[in-house]
């Protein structure tokens, strides 16, 4: 008899592990490699990216763990928001849908770029991988929402 209830408890723990690691897998999230901004958690953030489309490049949309930020396919787009100013203030500039954008050098590379919203608080940051054929349609769809960030200045060096 002791034995069969041993057997038992031994099944029943076996059946919770199995049970809560279930469980875990229905609310896991991914990173794909995107750090928060600072500021991502702000108003203009959740807005901005709450307005992201399910579909933008051919790709879904899937869940970041990162607030402020939201990603479509395996990270092939990855939109950030918050207080980013790592662009020149130089830098030419090219208005798409009424949004001024800077190419961040340093983030593009290999076929990846990278663009930074001018002159809107906060910033809105678009990387695109180079499985996005076409960048330019993409800019000008995310450019549609982030044309809702408050425009403080305009590119005084036009591209």
Avoid at 9 to 17: D, F
Avoid at 78 to 103: F, H, K, Q, Y
Avoid at 127 to 152: C, F, N, P, W, Y
């Amino acid at each position: 008899m002791k034995t069969t209830s041993v057997r038992r408890l031994a099944q029943v723990g076996v059946i919770a592990v199995c049970a809560a690691a279930v469980a875990a897998c229905g609310t896991f999230s991914r990173s794909y490699n995107v750090s928060g901004a600072p500021g991502g958690a702000s108003a203009g953030c959740s807005s901005l990216v709450s307005k992201g489309p399910q579909k933008l490049g051919g790709h879904e949309r899937n869940t970041s763990d990162q607030k402020g930020t939201a990603v479509w396919g395996d990270g092939d787009v990855i939109l950030r928001c918050g207080n980013i100013s790592d662009v020149p203030e130089s830098a030419t500039c090219t208005s798409v849908n009424g949004v001024d954008w800077v190419a961040n050098a340093k983030k593009t590379h290999d076929g990846v770029k990278t663009v930074l919203s001018y002159g809107r608080s906060p910033a809105a940051e678009v990387t695109l991988s180079e499985r996005i054929k076409d960048k330019d349609a993409v800019i000008g769809e995310v450019s549609g929402i982030v044309s809702g960030l408050a425009k403080q200045k305009a590119c005084a060096k036009q591209g």
